[in-house]
Structure formats: structure tokens, C-alpha cells
T-cell receptor, first 111, second 112 residues
Framework: GEDVEQSLFLSVREGDSSVINCTYTDSSSTYLYWYKQEPGAGLQLLTYIFSNMDMKQDQRLTVLLNKKDKHLSLRIADTQTGDSAIYFCAEIHTGRRALTFGSGTRLQVQP | DVKVTQSSRYLVKRTGEKVFLECVQDMDHENMFWYRQDPGLGLRLIYFSYDVKMKEKGDIPEGYSVSREKKERFSLILESASTNQTSMYLC???????????FGPGTRLTVT
């Protein structure tokens, strides 16, 4: 079955880069996503990458995809206190209508 | 601007009660989803619907049922609430498979 795994917690200092990692098991994943959840709110899509890409950059966000190792990462440059949130990795693959989410990584940004 | 709304932000119910959680989306999306979110477990799919009156079980459907009588509304039903159903419930909708999935703000349900 599908499985998406993330570490549970990451702490960084303001201004540093943050790297949040995710591994997945299904080799037929077609799209991979990063969602952000701020306290008391639902999830909001940050960025996504097609499985035939290996990198996507969007302002301070860089997504790297290593298909061979089934490893996805999200790098946030110049991390700010407003980036403190839970970040979820998710994937969808052929034959399934619903996204599969990881457990979420809580990012804590210290001033 | 897509909006997914959920009927309650906070709900407290007693064991054995029947509980209805309502979700409404305003963008004519085909697909709607119910997840529950628990610390350390992420989001787990309970049920989803890809059309009116159509539904499919997700990964943890036991103890839940759903109803989709109109395209914009997807209801999650706990027939007889139990304490292990205390959780955050998130509704989401999406047009096509590759599109962005939009989430509601969540309903925090406590069953005592």
C-alpha cells in the first residue's frame, strides 16, 4: 500500500534555511504536493511537482524530487517566524482518486 | 476564490450520540473528501465522493458514513459516537485529479 513518511519536528533559527524531507513508497506517484497548516486553520497548498520533474522553484521555496530514492524535499530560504506551521507532504498516483498524506512536520522558527 | 466551509469549528458530543458534520463548497467541484487529523498520524482519509450520490470508502471508514445528495454538500455521519472518534475533521474538495485540493478550516470534535 501507499505510505508517505516525514519527520515530526524541525527547529531552525530565523534567517536560516529549512529543509523538510519526505519519502514515499508508490513508484506510480504522478503528483507530489506540499501543504502548510497554520494553527487553527485548514491546509493550504504551497507548491506541487509533477513526477517527471526533479526540481521546482517558487520564490523562497525549492522542491527537489529524487524519483530513484522516492524522496521529496521542501527547502524554505530565509525562514521567517511566519513560516512556523505544520508542513504536509502528499502524493497521488495512478488508480487512486485521493491524496495520501504524510504525518506532517512541525516547523518551529526561533527568533 | 474557492471556499470550503464546515458547519462547526468546535463540537462536543456524548458517547452514543449521532453526529452530523456538514461541508459545503462553492466551486462546483466533482470530488469531495473527509479526513481526520490526529497528532503524529497526519491526515487519514475516511470517505470521499466523486459525484452526487457516489461515494467510496477511504482508509478508515469504520464507524462513519457519508451522504452527498447535492453536488456542493458532503456530510459525514457518526452513527454512534465513541471516544476514539475525538479528533479534528477536515473536509476538502477538488475539481479534477491533478487540481489543487482545497480544505475547510476543520471541525474539532470531542466525544465525552
Amino acid at each position: 500500500g501507499e505510505d508517505v513518511e516525514q519527520s515530526l519536528f524541525l527547529s531552525v533559527r530565523e534567517g536560516d534555511s529549512s529543509v523538510i524531507n519526505c519519502t514515499y513508497t508508490d513508484s506510480s506517484s504522478t503528483y507530489l504536493y506540499w501543504y502548510k497548516q497554520e494553527p487553527g486553520a485548514g491546509l493550504q497548498l504551497l507548491t506541487y511537482i509533477f513526477s517527471n520533474m526533479d526540481m521546482k522553484q517558487d520564490q523562497r521555496l525549492t522542491v527537489l524530487l529524487n524519483k530513484k530514492d522516492k524522496h521529496l524535499s521542501l527547502r524554505i530560504a530565509d525562514t521567517q517566524t511566519g513560516d512556523s506551521a505544520i508542513y504536509f507532504c502528499a502524493e497521488i498516483h495512478t488508480g487512486r482518486r485521493a491524496l495520501t498524506f504524510g504525518s506532517g512536520t512541525r516547523l518551529q522558527v526561533q527568533p | 476564490d474557492v471556499k470550503v466551509t464546515q458547519s462547526s469549528r468546535y463540537l462536543v458530543k456524548r458517547t452514543g450520540e449521532k453526529v452530523f458534520l456538514e461541508c459545503v463548497q462553492d466551486m462546483d467541484h466533482e470530488n469531495m473528501f473527509w479526513y481526520r487529523q490526529d497528532p503524529g498520524l497526519g491526515l487519514r482519509l475516511i470517505y470521499f465522493s466523486y459525484d452526487v450520490k457516489m461515494k467510496e470508502k477511504g482508509d478508515i471508514p469504520e464507524g462513519y458514513s457519508v451522504s452527498r445528495e447535492k453536488k456542493e454538500r458532503f456530510s459525514l455521519i457518526l452513527e454512534s459516537a465513541s471516544t476514539n472518534q475525538t479528533s479534528m475533521y477536515l473536509c476538502a474538495s477538488r475539481l479534477y485529479k491533478e487540481d489543487e485540493q482545497y480544505f475547510g478550516p476543520g471541525t474539532r470534535l470531542t466525544v465525552t
